[in-house]
């Protein structure tokens, strides 16, 4: 049994399996947006689908609270061009923004 749950305490989405943490989508806040900055599911567990799951569930649960996103995570990056229909979650123009200052 998984469930994914939003830690704003820890500013992670996180997947817990059998009860316990397996996994989280690590986050920060920059001008009302959420910066997703790291994936991460327990070596343990991984090759299950357990980082698509959470990043499926916390793009969910992002949309449903009406937020955006810039995905600075290569693998929520990746999942999202995988998925375009969570393309509209994403604000372009800081994503574009935050790329130009990692050159």
């Known amino acids: 049994m998984t469930e994914v749950r939003d830690n704003p ?9 059998d009860g316990e943490v397996a996994g989280f989508v690590q986050y920060n806040m920059r001008g ?10 327990d070596e343990a567990r ?18 449903k609270r ?3 996103i810039v995905p600075v995570c290569p693998f929520v990056e990746g999942y999202i061009q ?5 393309d509209d979650l994403v604000d372009h123009q800081l994503f574009d923004a935050l790329n130009a200052e990692k050159k």
């Open 9 to 17: 305490k820890r500013l992670r989405y996180e997947i817990a399996v």
């Open 32 to 41: 009302g947006r959420l910066i997703l900055v790291h994936t991460e599911v």
């Open 66 to 68: 009406g937020l955006r």
């Open 46 to 63: 991984s090759g299950h689908g357990l980082a698509g799951k959470l990043v499926a569930a916390a793009l969910d649960d992002i949309r």
């Open 82 to 86: 995988r998925h375009p229909e969570y």
